[in-house]
């Protein structure tokens, strides 16, 4: 199973026995049997700014909580770390808002529908259409 560009770029390097699970040929794949969310831990944070409607509270939030768990390295803190983590997560969200509230273009808002197709036409370009996978 190969990693995309983004994967590769949002997992933390492997240490310890999880360094084992790499396959003999030195190549940058890893064993089916890591998680989804293991691998794409940060897909979620996207760009926010200069969009029609605006970024809402929700999409910001969910950007600053991937970007928590990037720099923490925990999908899920462990109830001694969950209130760092939270509070983490909400500090991040405040500066992300004003960021966001701040910034000044004087381009044209982009559209969310066209940059979603835009997207998904370069996914398919990288990893083909879904139908056309051999199972």
């Known amino acids: 199973m190969r990693r995309s560009r983004i994967a590769r770029r949002c997992v933390p390097p492997l240490a310890g026995a999880a360094a084992n699970n790499r396959l003999d040929d030195g190549g940058d794949r890893m064993r089916p049997s890591r998680s989804f969310r293991e691998i794409a831990m940060c897909r979620n944070i996207k760009t926010l700014h200069n969009f029609k409607p605006p970024a809402t509270e929700d999409e910001i939030r969910a950007s600053a909580l991937q970007f928590v768990r990037k720099l923490s390295g925990f999908t899920r803190p462990s109830k ?56």
């Open 80 to 135: 001694a770390n969950q209130p760092a983590f939270d509070r983490a997560v909400d500090e991040v969200t405040k500066a992300a808002s004003g960021l966001l509230a701040s910034l000044v273009t004087t381009a044209l808002p982009r559209d969310r529908e066209v940059e979603a197709s835009k997207a998904r036409a370069r996914a398919a370009g990288r990893f083909g259409s879904a139908g056309s996978r051999a199972t």
